[in-house]
């Protein structure tokens, strides 16, 4: 069973930055693909970014060039640095994971597994 816990999340002021970290257990770092996902009060969880398991990267236009995913298979660990951060930022933020070798950001429902959230604000 695959688990996934997010930290990281806080309050931060427009333009600043955070990094959040997803620790995964109970898989193959090979065989399995993740991506972060936001969600806000009342609407639909989207994703931000998405990671293979050989470690290509999508994200959609919206956080392209402020946002950066990496996984260090070493630490079983995602993260996602979050630079230049904006008020339309603020959602709470979910770790994704699938037995894929890719998977994209584009459908929540793609993945199988999720963390618990993480909540990152920011302010303008």
């Known amino acids: 069973l695959v688990q996934l816990v997010e930290s990281g999340g806080g309050s931060v002021q427009a333009g600043g930055s955070l990094r959040l970290s997803c620790a995964a257990s109970?898989?193959?770092?090979?065989?399995?693909?993740m991506g972060w996902f936001r969600q806000t009060p009342g609407k639909e969880r989207k994703g931000v970014a998405a990671i293979s398991a050989d470690g290509r990267t999508t994200y959609p236009d919206s956080v392209k060039g402020r946002f950066t995913i990496s996984r260090d298979n070493a630490k079983n660990t995602l993260y996602l640095q979050m630079n230049s951060l904006k008020p339309e930022d603020t959602a709470m933020y979910y770790c994704a994971a699938e037995s894929a070798p890719f998977c994209g950001w584009h459908e929540a429902g793609e993945y199988t597994y999720w963390g618990q959230g993480t909540q990152v604000t920011v302010s303008s």
């Open positions: 109970g898989y193959t770092s090979g065989t399995i693909c």
